[in-house]
């Protein structure tokens, strides 16, 4: 939460909250979560009135959708109440042997599936995932293979849903090209300072600007399907069962949109591979843990093995190595730009997290053999 927020809108906050709670009295609100873009808290409630709501939950998740940057986030809404459905429809065909769920949508006490507040702020509900909890970063190789398979679960639910279906609320979002282009604006308008930290990201995105097209280049021509994919698959976007320490649900579906599942597997291993975390100011020690990798992709594989092609895994090394660099972009552009995207907590700190990024980056390249190996032999695992 920024505290310009904080300060103008915390005594608004049980107001907001109230029009979403029609089953109970609010006890507490606390904020929630790291996130970059939206603002987002959790509810409890007490003195509970659930009455043609038995199944009702005790606390749900508030968020202020940053309308900067999903310029419709009553498109947003709509594609999160497709999703869920769909996804709601498929668990009850399925004969799943473990838990799994899918956040749904809390609608008002007029129905509707958000509400604006008198300043302007869209505001919208969605239910906890109780019993549940999440990580910053990976533990050990058993909670890795747990991501994978969040993930390889929710591209499996969603596989059969057209991606027409939904709407494209972020263009762009995940087209490593424009990222580029968008960099050379600013770059083209700004003087960077003189500084080791400044030319080493200079330098090195200079040095990898010709094969930031690949993907787009591959699905151009055919190689590559276009699916839906989360968008955001990072390690604390998963939720872990409590008691069995089992991955439960994959949350923060605002970015749901049409693409290539290479940018989420891509964004997943990013996030579980770095033991340290993109907010880390050690950004020479940052290193891609094969370990990690491995797990993850043992648990993606194995519940994503229905409709992944010779072409899709033949791109994935490309895909790990492609994200690294795109976020590490994102954070350098915006950096050079005035910090004018990413939630900032002081002046540095977007180029600090694009120093991970591209330290991380190496780390990838210089480990491609056991990682294209890595994803051989599952595939090979998968064929069998």
């Not at 009702?56 to 940053?66: K, S, W």
């Not at 747990?146 to 993930?151: H, I, N, P, T």
Request: charged share 20%; glycine share 6%.
């Amino acid at each position: 939460m920024t505290e310009n927020f904080k300060t103008q809108n915390a005594n608004n906050l049980v107001a907001i909250a109230d029009q979403f709670a029609a089953w109970g009295e609010i006890s507490s609100i606390h904020p929630l979560g790291n996130g970059n873009i939206n603002d987002t808290f959790l509810v409890s409630l007490n003195n509970l009135n659930r009455g043609e709501q038995p199944f009702a939950p005790t606390r749900f998740v508030l968020q202020r959708i940053n309308t900067q940057v999903f310029k419709s986030p009553q498109l947003v809404m709509q594609n999160m109440r497709i999703l869920s459905e769909h996804v709601r429809e498929r668990l009850q065909r399925m004969s799943l042997n473990r838990r799994w769920e899918i956040p749904h949508v809390i609608l008002t006490r007029e129905a509707q599936n958000y509400w604006q507040s008198a300043d302007g702020g869209f505001w919208r509900a969605i239910a906890f995932i109780q019993g549940s909890e999440s990580f910053e970063t990976l533990q050990d190789v058993k909670q890795a293979t747990e991501v994978g398979y969040a993930l390889g679960m929710f591209h499996n639910l969603i596989s059969d849903l057209p991606p027409d279906n939904l709407v494209d609320t972020l263009e762009g979002f995940h087209i490593t090209p424009r990222y580029l282009q968008y960099y050379d604006k600013v770059l083209a308008n700004t003087r960077p300072i003189d500084s080791a930290e400044i030319n080493y990201c200079l330098n090195f995105v200079n040095e990898r600007r010709a094969w930031a097209d690949i993907l787009e280049v591959a699905k151009s021509q055919g190689k590559l399907l276009l699916r839906l994919m989360h968008g955001d698959p990072k390690v604390n976007n998963v939720m872990f069962d409590e008691t069995t320490g089992k991955a439960v649900s994959i949350v923060d579906l605002d970015t749901v949109k049409p693409g290539l599942v290479h940018y989420d597997i891509g964004d997943c291993l990013r996030s579980g591979c770095n033991r340290t975390g993109e907010e880390t100011q050690q950004w020479e020690s940052v290193h891609f843990e094969i370990d990690l990798c491995q797990g993850i992709l043992q648990g993606y594989f194995a519940a994503a093995k229905a409709f992944l092609t010779e072409n899709d895994c033949a791109y994935l090394y490309d895909a790990i190595r492609l994200i690294a660099f795109e976020l590490g972009l994102r954070f350098f552009s915006d950096y050079l730009a005035g910090n004018v995207y990413f939630k900032v907590k002081h002046l540095q700190h977007n180029l600090d997290r694009a120093l991970v990024q591209f330290k991380l980056t190496e780390s990838i390249e210089r480990q491609e053999t056991t990682i294209r190996q890595l994803i051989r032999d599952f595939r090979v695992t998968v064929i069998n």
